[in-house]
């Protein structure tokens, strides 16, 4: 439970890190107040981690050695494309990532034209920005490599030490990006954050295939 708990922690926290969710959340708590932007997009986070290990857990009832090694060919992939990735990668990847970002806020950032919803929004304003946060991060995590890797580790290992985990593992990166994001956004270098992620994922195919089936 504690390796499961370690694992999905760690991967989420690094791999999260400077990747487009993250800049959106640095964006939008620009121009948003805090408490809501961090609400919103830790309520999708937090659902799409529920939905990856409930994958995950129907993918477990597969044989235990399908499921196994499969976790371990993934890892281990994962890690070798994410430092082919690093080393590849452009000395502007972070520029590209947030201009992504920036690119996705504001495609977002247009008045619901439903008339019952345009009423409600006028309203109460808050609720659309939340609505907008929640569901711009929702689908930007929806097919990231963070949301296999969570399928990976629920099928393979202690769902709820990995749901823990993850949730937890968001919520650091969430609140570091809504609290000190501008801060710190010039200074995330991409290529290193990929790096490390491919290296943590050959790290965890290894323990993985040690801890046996």
């Known amino acids: ?40 997009v830790m309520s999708a986070l937090a659902l799409m981690t529920v939905l990856s290990v409930g ?27 994410l430092i082919y990735d690093a080393l590849k ?15 996705a806020v504001e495609e977002q950032d247009q008045p619901i034209s439903v008339p019952i919803f345009s009423q409600l929004l006028k309203r109460y304003p808050n609720l659309g920005i939340w609505v907008q946060a929640f569901v711009m991060t929702f689908i930007a995590e929806w097919g990231d490599r963070t949301q296999i890797s969570t399928i990976t580790l629920a099928a393979a290992t202690n769902p709820l030490a990995v749901t823990i985990g993850a949730i937890l593992g968001h919520g650091i990166c969430t609140a570091i990006a809504v609290i000190g994001g501008r801060l710190i956004a010039g200074k995330i270098s991409e290529q290193i954050i990929t790096g490390i992620g491919g290296v943590l994922f050959l790290v965890f195919g290894v323990v993985t295939y040690v801890q046996g089936v």
């Open 1 to 40: 439970m504690l390796t499961a708990f370690t694992a999905s922690l760690l991967l989420i926290t690094i791999s999260e890190l400077g990747d487009k969710t993250f800049f959106i959340a640095v964006i939008l708590a620009m121009r948003h107040p805090h408490k809501l932007v961090f609400s919103a």
């Open 89 to 103: 990668m452009s000395p502007t990847a972070t520029e590209e990532v947030v201009k992504e970002a920036e690119e």
């Open 55 to 81: 994958m995950g857990q129907v993918v477990s009832l597969l044989p235990k050695t399908y499921t196994h090694y499969g976790a371990i060919a993934l890892f281990i992939i994962f890690g070798i494309k």
